[in-house]
């Protein structure tokens, strides 16, 4: 018999290839989303326009579910995430507490919960050359500022309500995922899909805006790769946050400079100080992810950001804001 899994979140980035992933698996498959995804239509058996700020809704969408994936939250960039901290807190805390009270209330047999890198102290993170940073470093705590402190506090919730109730949990930290599909425009994009559209749009030999001096660091994890680790995560026994991202860091000029390669464009760098740049410099440790899984992630920078750049550059193409290839 088929196992019955909840995908909340399916109408976003990753949520939607978690879907496509389980179906070709031979999952039966809900996804739960206030959007349907935006770029291609769902590959879900049923699809519900849920607000899981509501209780209700979550209790609804767990009906006759075995295994939840629950990756339903308001987010985005990092201009986002500066700016609007007292939104997420209250829509993300409340998604969250739905869903996992929902699950326990009908006795899920597994429950994935994705927290984020932004966990990690600031403290940690204040200088480019930064160690990577390993599952343990969360604590003592001071996470990202809004949207970290929030999926900190929800990994304590998957802890307690596996030692109080018996909720068998998963927890990923994400560590910057990218690919195509996702958001490019409009405030909620990442700094890849960001750069990948403004050199598209750029003519050879133009500049383009960077936030910060361009030297802050981090790594980067293409979504093909983080659907596998998820679903091998998922599959487990392994019950305490792990880090899912590549552990290669790179400088967001150097990220500029691979693009503009990819586009075979000269694209030269105008600096923004005044704009949001998180953390200074931020990298995975996947020690454990390797002594866990026995996998790592394995489609390299350049791979992935070639496949984004011309999916982002074929949007822009059908929307008439370049010219067609």
Known sequence: MKK????????????HYLVKFLKERGYWVRGVDIKHPE?????????????L???????????????????????????????HKGEIIKNNTLINMHTIEAARLHNVDRYFYTSSACVYPGYKQNITDIA??????AYPADPEDGYGWEKLYIERVCRHYHEDFGLNARIVRF???????????????????AICRKIALAASDDEIEVWGDGEQTRSYCYIDDCVDGIYRLMQSDFSEPLNLGQDRMITINELV???????????????DLTQPQGV???????????????????????EGLEKTYH?????LANAGRIPKL
């Open 257 to 271: 400079d691979i693009v503009a390669k990819i586009a075979n464009k000269t694209i030269s760098k105008r600096y």
């Open 53 to 83: 700020r509501k209780f209700d809704n979550c209790l609804t969408s767990m009906i006759d579910i075995d295994h939840v994936y629950a990756l339903a939250a308001d987010m985005g960039g990092m201009g986002y995430i500066e700016t």
């Open 4 to 15: 019955r899994v909840l995908v909340t979140g399916a109408g976003g980035f990753i949520g």
């Open 280 to 302: 200074r410099g931020r990298n995975s440790d996947n020690t454990l992810l390797r002594k866990t899984l026995k996998w790592e992630p394995t489609v390299s920078l350049e």
């Open 311 to 315: 999916w982002i550059c074929e949007e």
């Open 175 to 193: 560590h910057n995922i990218f690919g195509p599909l996702g958001t490019y425009d409009g405030g909620r994009e990442k700094s890849p899909a």
């Open 132 to 137: 990577p940073l390993k599952e343990e470093d």
């Open 39 to 51: 770029y291609e239509a769902t590959f879900a058996d049923e699809f519900f326009l849920l607000d």
